[in-house]
């Protein structure tokens, strides 16, 4: 069975950083991309930061420069370095995983697992 579980979100002033953790466990992906994704009260989940199975980045273009997205492969962790964070970036932030079958890796419809979320708040 795949869990993921987040952990490191927080309240912090604009300008700050923060780092989130997902721990997963069960995933049995040959080819796989983890995910960071974020949402705010009424809209649906923006896909932010995507790590895949030959370690290659994508980013949506808002955080683009500020945020960095890694794997330790052996602590089976994946990581969101948020540097210079805005009210904007404020939202509940969602690990997944996926097969990596998608042209759009942002987007929701490509992953099959997903964490309970933690929270970040930025204020101004």
């Known amino acids: 069975q795949v869990h993921l579980e987040e952990s490191g979100g927080s309240s912090v002033q604009a300008g700050g950083s923060l780092r989130l953790s997902c721990t997963t466990s069960?995933?049995?992906?040959?080819?796989?991309?983890y995910a960071w994704f974020r949402q705010t009260p009424g809209k649906g989940r923006e896909g932010v930061a995507v790590?895949?199975?030959?370690?290659?980045?994508t980013y949506a273009d808002s955080v683009k420069d500020r945020f960095t997205v890694s794997r330790e492969k052996e602590k089976n962790r994946l990581e969101l370095q948020m540097s210079n964070l805005q009210p904007e970036d404020t939202a509940i932030y969602y690990c997944?995983?996926?097969?990596?079958?998608?042209?759009?890796?942002?987007?929701?419809?490509?992953?099959?697992?997903w964490g309970q979320g933690t929270q970040v708040t930025v204020s101004s």
């Open positions: 069960g995933e049995t992906y040959t080819t796989y991309c």
């Open positions: 790590f895949d199975y030959l370690s290659r980045t």
């Open positions: 997944a995983v996926g097969p990596c079958t998608r042209s759009n890796r942002l987007s929701t419809d490509g992953y099959d697992f």
